[in-house]
């Protein structure tokens, strides 16, 4: 089992609705999780960090923690042609390094 | 605006030379990674340093790969002899001490290396 695994989608929503993304992981000492998005062509930036459980909120954004299910999950409220891109979840191991998910490829049509 | 910095940003080579790619990390990181990204693998770690010193190498096919920084500010990720298959991006990202605490790695904005 991949210590993190998402849906490689693609996911298409129309805009302005609600993308979900969602991302599971096998360590349940993991603490901290993290959202990175990555446009066609560049590299991955960090958009959310989760270590809670329970929702998290920035703007459009919110992340959703759940220890208990080992399940983390990231919504796009009011989803934006310019949300296109491939969102990768991400955890980290006791060793200060990070497991990256394969990524779930997201499509906002206009 | 701190960013890691990596050098050059496209290769193009024939298999069999050797490549090398060079990255600067933000001052004051002390963790630095060097990823893979493939459509099919998606983006796999290669090897990491903390403090300059190698902890972990176990993603890097050793016979051909070799990674290094000899100093703060420089890490290198050299393939000798280098095959087609080693065409990919390849990422450099350095972070502060404290992953579990929501410190993010920062990401280089890669190298896209043809072998051909």
């Known amino acids: 089992q991949k210590e993190v695994e998402q849906n490689s989608g693609p996911l298409s929503v129309p805009e302005g609705a609600i993308a979900s993304l969602n991302c599971t992981y096998s360590?349940?000492?993991?603490?901290?999780f993290f959202w990175y998005r990555q446009y066609s062509g560049k590299s991955p930036e960090l958009i959310m960090f989760?270590?809670?459980?329970g929702d998290k909120e920035d703007g459009r954004f919110t992340a959703q923690l759940n220890k208990a299910s080992q399940y983390v999950s990231l919504l796009i409220r009011d989803s934006q042609p310019s949300d296109s891109a491939t969102y990768l979840c991400?955890?980290?191991?006791?060793?200060?390094?990070?497991?990256f998910g394969t990524g779930t490829r997201l499509t906002v049509i206009p | 605006d701190a960013r890691v910095t990596q050098t050059p940003r496209h290769k193009v080579t024939e298999m069999g030379q050797e490549v090398t790619m060079r990255c600067q990390p933000i001052?004051?990181?002390?963790?630095v990674f060097w990823y893979r990204q493939t459509m099919m693998q998606g983006l796999e770690l290669l090897a990491y340093?903390?403090?300059?010193?190698?902890?972990?190498d176990s993603g890097m096919p050793k016979d051909r790969f070799s990674a290094e920084m000899p100093d703060a500010t420089l890490a290198t990720l050299k393939i000798q002899p280098s095959e087609p298959r080693d065409s990919a991006v390849y990422f450099c990202?350095?972070?502060?001490?404290?992953?579990?605490?929501?410190?993010?790695?920062?990401f280089g904005d890669g190298t896209r290396l043809s072998i051909l």
């Open positions: 001052l004051g990181h002390n963790t």
């Open positions: 990202a350095s972070g502060p001490a404290g992953l579990s605490r929501g410190q993010p790695q920062h």
């Open positions: 989760i270590y809670s459980n």
């Open positions: 991400a955890a980290p191991t006791g060793a200060n390094n990070l497991f």
């Open positions: 360590d349940r000492g993991s603490q901290s």
């Open positions: 340093f903390r403090n300059r010193a190698p902890l972990d």
